[in-house]
């Protein structure tokens, strides 16, 4: 993209979309016998062409094991690993390399946390907070190190925008609280969480905030630094990237006085039968041989997004969410999820149709959505709803795709009316 | 994959106005049916007196296939002994599952409608919650509430 000095000021929201659709190989097909609409990003975004390129020339050329052998491609592929792991640390903003441990994903980053830090933390009448908005990754595994330790899951409720009720959980917040768990943008609602003005407060009760950035990290500019998190998970797969490969960003402090929470391979200086010495940080949480082809293709995911622009993706996707809250808007249609700042996810329902038929008939229109409880069970009980609609964009999504969405539902209104 | 095959008039009409939709205060047999993949869940009632289905009911929420589908197996199933409804059991999971028609396709009525999910593999479950209810209620739903997940 081109842009003349003085249009510096439209850089941000100049966003070419068919350049970027001409990266997406899986757009360009046909389901159905009519032409791909994939509305699912937030589930799983569509692969970038620079991914699947690095992937494959990783695998092609370059594959091996890692922090092994002496041999050239293990030095090749060690390189590859760790330049990745760079890639990553920049994209968050991150003091360095080391403070970012490859996960499978998210939710396995959150149990790396809860674990790891959680074990060694917690006790009786301690407390873990976290919001009501949570993706089951950030609600189940502080359920189990809770149970495990006889520590309180506290929950801070949300108000019927889907917006977190800050002064509950500030009121939440005491001596007790040692660990605060909260998602950065909300899978199911959209909502976009204050997370800088939320770990200060928790801050002040010498909480670690852990943060679930699976939504965030593919949709706005990144700043763990600034955002003083103790924590960070992201998942590859939201990132453009693939599946089976994601980060968790700590804090180095932490991180070091951590145990490791899997033993293996490669998290280790020294065996013997009587001591095993541990690797530094990060490597001592990365037992056994790691996904090293999707690390490749998480880092080729995070220049992609930065090479994009975030801010320009940003402003992209919330023109898209105004243009989709515009057109869909309709009687039978309710919106799950209003708060002000809020992500590029549409969750809705219609009146008299269950979300399960409406995918199915929008699907037979070549329209990709998700339906479901969107592992958010404890949203979808306080809207009560059983299920919701959930349209997600990402940077290919155009306005074309929100009225093929519109035609797909009048299909459905047609069959239920 | 056509979507008439799949809500076809009859699954629409009982989706619309599901039949023995209440509740059975004093039931012989319950059990409760939950997909949590979509969240569909429902709740089936007998009352058995001797060998035959005397009263049955449903209730819950689900999609329009699982709430046709309940409504149709409750209309199957009044009036039946308890082994014809196992038997039915037997054939639906069949209808539901096997690529190619049974031959005793043409003793199920209309409840060969529901056939339809075969061409949509995601909708199976939908349209098994109801009779994986019933046949956990007549296993083992006679004392205590049983409970069946299609997953």
């Not at chain 1, 996904?291 to 975030?310: K, M, P, Q, Y």
Request: hydrophobic residues 40%; aromatic residues 6%.
């Amino acid at each position: 993209m081109s842009v003349a000095a003085d249009h510096i000021a439209t850089v941000n929201t100049a966003f070419d979309v068919d350049t970027v659709r001409d990266q997406f190989p899986a757009l360009h097909q046909e389901v159905h016998g009519k032409p791909l609409v994939y509305l699912d990003t937030a589930a799983s975004a569509q692969c970038a062409r620079p991914v699947i390129d690095a992937i494959t020339a990783y695998t092609s050329h370059d594959h091996s094991n890692v922090h092994r052998g002496v041999h050239a491609l293990s030095q090749r592929a060690t390189d590859a690993y760790e330049q990745a792991r760079a890639d990553v640390a920049r994209f968050l903003n991150a003091p360095s390399p080391e403070n970012i441990v490859y996960t499978r994903g998210t939710t396995e980053a959150i149990n790396l946390v809860a674990q790891s830090h959680g074990r060694t933390n917690l006790g009786p009448g301690d407390e873990v907070l976290i919001s009501w908005m949570e993706h089951h990754a950030n609600i189940v595994p502080w359920q189990q190190i809770c149970e495990q330790t006889g520590a309180t899951l506290k929950v801070a409720r949300i108000d019927e925008r889907g917006v977190l009720d800050i002064a509950h959980f500030e009121s939440l917040l005491n001596e007790r609280t040692r660990i605060v768990g909260l998602v950065h943008v909300s899978n199911a609602l959209g909502t976009v969480n204050p997370i800088q003005e939320l770990t200060a407060l928790a801050h002040r009760v010498g909480a670690v905030v852990v943060v679930d950035g699976a939504q965030a990290t593919p949709h706005m500019a990144l700043d763990v630094q600034a955002l003083d998190c103790d924590f960070y998970a992201l998942s590859g797969h939201k990132m453009y990237g693939p599946t089976g490969i994601g980060a968790l960003y700590g804090k180095r402090d932490l991180l070091a006085a951590m145990p490791p929470w899997q033993g293996g391979g490669d998290m280790i200086l020294a065996v013997s039968f009587e001591k095993t010495i541990y690797n530094d940080v990060p490597f001592k949480f990365e037992a056994g041989t790691p996904n090293i082809a999707g690390a490749v293709g998480l880092g080729a995911a995070c220049r992609f997004l930065s090479d994009l622009g975030l801010e320009a993706i940003a402003a992209h996707e919330r023109a898209l969410l105004d243009y989709a809250m515009d057109v869909l808007a309709a009687d039978d249609l309710r919106i799950i999820g209003t708060a002000p700042d809020k992500g590029g996810v549409l969750s809705f329902v219609m009146d008299d149709v269950h979300p399960h038929d409406i995918g199915t008939i929008v699907d037979s229109e070549g329209v990709a959505i998700r339906t479901g409880h969107h592992c958010a069970m404890p949203v979808m009980e306080f809207f009560d709803v059983p299920a919701t609609s959930r349209a997600s964009f990402g940077v290919y999504t155009t306005r074309a795709d929100i009225d093929r969405l519109k035609v797909a539902l009048d299909r459905v209104r047609e069959m239920f009316g | 994959m056509d979507l008439q095959d799949l809500y076809r008039e009859v699954i629409v009409d009982h989706n619309k106005s599901p039949r023995n939709f209440r509740r059975i205060i004093t039931p012989t047999h319950t059990a409760d049916g939950f997909n949590p993949l979509c969240g569909d869940k429902l709740s089936i009632y007998l009352s058995i007196d001797g060998d035959i289905i005397k009263d049955i009911a449903f209730e819950g929420s689900g999609c329009a296939i699982s709430v046709a589908s309940a409504s149709l197996l409750t209309e199957a199933v009044k009036g039946e002994s308890v082994a014809s409804a196992r038997t039915l059991f037997e054939r639906m999971r069949r209808l539901f599952t096997d690529q190619e028609d049974a031959p005793d396709i043409d003793q199920l009525g209309k409840l060969v409608a529901l056939g339809g999910v075969r061409q949509f593999p995601s909708r199976i479950k939908c349209a098994n919650l109801s009779w994986h209810a019933l046949n956990a209620a007549l296993r083992d739903g006679g004392v205590e509430r049983a409970s069946a997940s299609t997953e």
